[in-house]
T-cell receptor, first 109, second 114 residues
Framework: QQPVQSPQAVILREGEDAVINCSSSKALYSVHWYRQKHGEAPVFLMILLKGGEQKGHEKISASFNEKKQQSSLYLTASQLSYSGTYFCGTEINDYKLSFGAGTTVTVRA | DGGITQSPKYLFRKEGQNVTLSCEQNLNHDAMYWYRQDPGQGLRLIYYSQIVNDFQKGDIAEGYSVSREKKESFPLTVTSAQKNPTAFYLC?????????????FGDGTRLSIL
């Protein structure tokens, strides 16, 4: 049930864009996105519910394609503060989240 | 300041010993969760509780036990039956367990074997 995230890692220069994908083999009820800096707690970014609504958080946005059972996180005009590991958590309507293995983003000046 | 407090930050376990990790929240949240994080594997759910005096097993409950006697507290015991306990343990809470509720995480406890 663990969703698959891709890529595993990405290196960006400040100002560049990136896309992180999260795919599930089962129908999804919701997708949560979190960012974790090394040695710290994960921090909530956004939730997407069934309906394909796109959400945004500063210059970070996400989409949810129910038919493809996939969500994508978009990092636009990346800043140094965007560095960290991004996790998606998926719910298949049983109140539990299954998290992907994470995508490590490194933004360099 | 409202939040989730996990203690201790670092914990060492001897062979055959049970250890208890503390998780306290003052956010008045109904739902609480315990996750285990290993390098390269993301977060895996150990136990969760949707309400006081009730809890359910997650994906990797074997070798662990929990209690939820108070709304604000959800301690996790790592028993001697857990043969590979070395990991980073994260506690989280949410207002409710519905899909549209974000989870708020504590700073974690790093458990190692002596």
């Amino acid at each position: 049930q663990q969703p698959v995230q891709s890529p595993q890692a990405v290196i960006l220069r400040e100002g560049e864009d990136a896309v992180i994908n999260c795919s599930s083999s089962k129908a999804l009820y919701s997708v949560h996105w979190y960012r974790q800096k090394h040695g710290e707690a994960p921090v909530f970014l956004m939730i997407l519910l069934k309906g394909g609504e796109q959400k945004g958080h500063e210059k970070i946005s996400a989409s949810f394609n129910e038919k493809k059972q996939q969500s994508s996180l978009y990092l636009t005009a990346s800043q140094l503060s965007y560095s960290g590991t991004y996790f998606c958590g998926t719910e298949i309507n049983d109140y539990k989240l299954s998290f992907g293995a994470g995508t490590t983003v490194t933004v360099r000046a | 300041d409202g939040g989730i407090t996990q203690s201790p930050k670092y914990l060492f376990r001897k062979e055959g010993q049970n250890v208890t990790l503390s998780c306290e929240q003052n956010l008045n949240h109904d739902a609480m969760y315990w996750y285990r994080q290993d390098p390269g594997q993301g977060l895996r759910l150990i136990y969760y509780s949707q309400i006081v005096n009730d809890f359910q097993k997650g994906d990797i409950a074997e070798g662990y036990s929990v209690s939820r006697e108070k709304k604000e507290s959800f301690p996790l015991t790592v028993t001697s039956a857990q043969k590979n306990p070395t990991a980073f343990y994260l506690c989280a809470s949410s207002i409710g367990s519905e899909s549209n509720q974000p989870q708020h995480f504590g700073d974690g406890t790093r458990l190692s074997i002596l």
